[in-house]
């Protein structure tokens, strides 16, 4: 990356990934150690990701994680190049909260894009489009929305911890509760196209329809990311 470049920060909430610890809802169907091998599978594209978004754009890439003594396991993980954020608390908006405070300290970057570990074919188009967005002139909150009511990402230039404040996590309302949060702080909010996550038997469906090449059940322009890791995991299911 050049000198001086500005780069924003795109952090993936993550775990490492442990059989019984992460995918839960999946290892009823897959078993822990499945599931937790489909969860490092999907931490790597995700990754991967980050990475295709274009390096003259200025980015770096964070795997933002807990709990605290995991770092080896992430660091064989995550590219070269990536850095590690701790942040670990009981309140997910606490965590968020802090993750962007971290990230935009001393003008590190221009901006923070937090983005969750389940979606393996995220778009880096997706991705690019956040950071253009983001870095026009003027605040905003820029949102990535997902089928399940949530979002698969979410950018801030500035700190508002407001915004995470009294969300019902993991619900249908988080997107809704989040742009009303956002009005009530006087936020504007730029919302990019759909995507998906996978957290149960029904996403994860979804998922290998995609990769088989069949057509997303929500309207999008854009492309799935190739999710190079996923599709070899994937290939070793029955």
Known sequence: MRAGLATTALG??????????????LARALGPERAAAL??????????????VPEALGRRGYGVYAPAGTEPELR???????????QEG????LVLAGAVRALIRDG????????????PTLPPDLLSEAV??????????????????????????ADHP??????AWSTPAVLAQTCARAEAIGLPVERLPLWYDIDDEETFGILRDELDGRPLPF?????????????ACLAGLP
Do not use: Q, W
């Open 90 to 93: 009981a309140d997910f908006g």
């Open 219 to 231: 309207a999008t322009r854009l492309a799935g990311g190739e999710a190079a890791a996923t599709r």
């Open 76 to 86: 064989a993980l995550l590219p070269a190049g990536f850095g590690l954020l701790l």
């Open 162 to 167: 407001g915004l995470f404040a009294d969300i």
């Open 39 to 52: 969860s490092a599978c999907f931490l790597l594209d995700v990754a991967a990701s980050i990475l295709a």
């Open 12 to 25: 993936i909430m993550c775990k490492a990934p442990r059989p019984g610890v992460t995918k839960t809802r």
């Open 108 to 119: 590190s970057h221009d901006g923070a894009i937090l983005i969750n570990s389940d979606s």
């Open 132 to 157: 253009t967005i983001l870095r026009r002139a003027g605040d905003r909150v820029v949102l990535g929305p997902a089928t399940d009511g949530g979002y698969v990402l979410v950018g801030l230039k």
